[in-house]
C-alpha cells in the first residue's frame, strides 16, 4: 500500500467503523470467540496456551493483511467505477 492508501485505510478504521463495533452481531462474534478461547485455554497447559495466543495473534495478522486487499480492491473497483461515469 502506498502512503495514500495507507492513510484512507487508517481514516476508515478510525472514522468509518465506528457502527462497527455497535453492532449486535458484531458483539455477538467477539463474546462468542471470547468465550470459546477461554474454554480452550481452560483444558490447556502454559505451553499449549502460549501457542495458542501466537496462533490467535497470526490469524489476526492474516485478517488484518486480507482486509487491507480487500480495501485496496474497493479503492480499484471506485476508480474504475468513476472512470466509467466520467467518460
Known amino acids: 500500500m502506498d502512503d495514500l492508501m495507507k492513510c484512507l ?10 457502527g462497527l463495533k455497535d453492532s449486535e452481531e458484531y458483539r455477538n462474534c467477539v463474546l462468542s470467540a471470547d468465550m470459546q478461547i477461554k474454554c480452550v485455554k481452560s483444558c490447556l497447559n ?3 496456551r502460549k501457542e495458542l495466543c501466537q496462533m490467535i495473534d497470526r490469524i ?14 474497493a479503492l480499484r473497483l471506485a476508480r474504475e467505477l468513476n472512470a466509467l461515469v466520467g467518460a
Open 9 to 18: 485505510y487508517q481514516f476508515v478504521l478510525e472514522n468509518r467503523l465506528g
Open 46 to 48: 502454559e505451553e499449549q
Open 60 to 73: 489476526g495478522a492474516q485478517n488484518s493483511v486480507e482486509s487491507e486487499y480487500i480495501f485496496r480492491a
